[in-house]
């Protein structure tokens, strides 16, 4: 939708989709960070399109916020697999890099 011009539209269900993501137990787990991270990007994304920057700004650092969390949960239970620390470095370049954008 946001590709298609539809930036404004796109945002409600974004948003909605962010919410129901990082309140769902299950789904914050790392296995489904990329997922998150992608929603958080469209968000993102879709606000600049609006040119709402501050708003975009907001949604990346409650992306970066919630990799963060996600990052100390992982690490409550040592050893971590590998596989879960190279998906969280992934998604906190991915966010910081947007963070740097806006």
């Known amino acids: 939708m946001r590709i298609a011009g539809y930036a404004k539209e796109a945002t409600h269900f ?4 962010i919410l129901c993501l990082d309140n769902n137990l299950i789904l914050t787990t790392v ?3 990329d997922w998150r991270v992608i929603n ?3 968000l993102g994304r879709a606000y600049a ?3 709402a920057f501050k708003a975009a700004v907001k949604v990346i650092s409650y992306g970066i916020t919630k ?6 949960i992982e690490e409550q239970d040592p ?5 879960s620390k190279e998906t969280i470095v992934e998604a906190l370049r991915v966010m910081r890099t947007q963070e740097l954008k806006y």
């Open 67 to 72: 990799v963060l969390y996600t990052k100390k």
């Open 49 to 51: 399109d609006m040119k």
């Open 31 to 33: 296995k489904y960070l």
């Open 14 to 17: 974004l948003a909605f989709n």
């Open 40 to 42: 958080y990007v469209e």
């Open 79 to 83: 050893p971590v697999p590998e596989g």
